[in-house]
């Protein structure tokens, strides 16, 4: 039986292609400039975090508690929402589903949820980290970080990490959208065009739906 939630964006962007042929980190997004997509894959530490590893497992999926009550067009979960700030060198957020500019999302408890702790510290790249905006307003909002963020322990509830080098690799193509006020240089935001669960522990506390 699954321990850790196993679960995914699908994403697409336009911006520099990698160096090399193989996607190992080995490289770098020097390329030329074209739309991509590519998969990050996330492991979430349902064991350490719990409630805030359901709460970014539901809404991976497009069935979930706020799906049903959806008007036609209506954004329910993350698939169809966009990275709307990518700052190179320190991270890429999402997961605004209602509004697409960082002042939205929600979470499945309720619009915001406490902090649950911070036993996990940002002490490597790749890692996924609650935004917020202040102590315990957790909604749906996310960054995953490209360096050591030391300086957000005890602010930000870390509850997942990338999964795998492509997807480390995908995720610095992604950060080479951004610019150091968080603006997407290119065409359009990168969009998560599909999300999803692959592994889940069992969990009775699941929404049921």
């Given at each position: ?10 994403v ?15 490289g ?27 709460n970014?497992?539901h ?9 049903k ?22 991270m ?24 649950e ?69 290119y ?7 599909g ?15």
């Open positions: 039986m699954a321990t850790q939630t196993k679960c995914y964006f699908d697409t962007w336009e911006g520099p292609t990698w160096s090399s042929a193989e996607k190992t980190l080995s770098s997004p020097s390329g030329k400039v074209q739309k991509q997509d590519g998969r990050i894959n996330f492991v979430l530490y349902d064991d350490i975090v719990p409630d805030t590893a359901r970014f497992r809404l991976c999926k497009d069935k979930n508690i706020f799906s009550n959806a008007k036609g067009g209506e954004l329910t979960g993350y698939k169809g929402s966009v990275f709307h700030r990518v700052i190179p060198s320190f890429l957020q999402g997961g605004d589903f209602t509004r697409s500019n960082g002042t939205g999302g929600k979470s499945i408890y309720s619009e915001k949820f406490p902090d702790n911070f036993s996990k510290k940002h002490t490597k790249p790749f890692l996924l980290s609650m935004a917020n905006a202040g102590p315990n307003t957790n909604g749906s909002q996310f960054f995953v970080t490209t360096i050591v963020t030391n300086w957000l322990d005890g602010k930000h509830v870390v509850f997942g990490e990338v999964a795998d080098e492509e997807s480390k690799v995908n995720v610095k193509l992604i950060e080479a959208t951004g610019s150091s006020s968080g603006s997407i240089k065409g359009s935001k990168p969009t998560i065009v999300a999803g669960v692959t592994e889940q522990p069992n969990d009775p506390k699941e929404p049921s739906v």
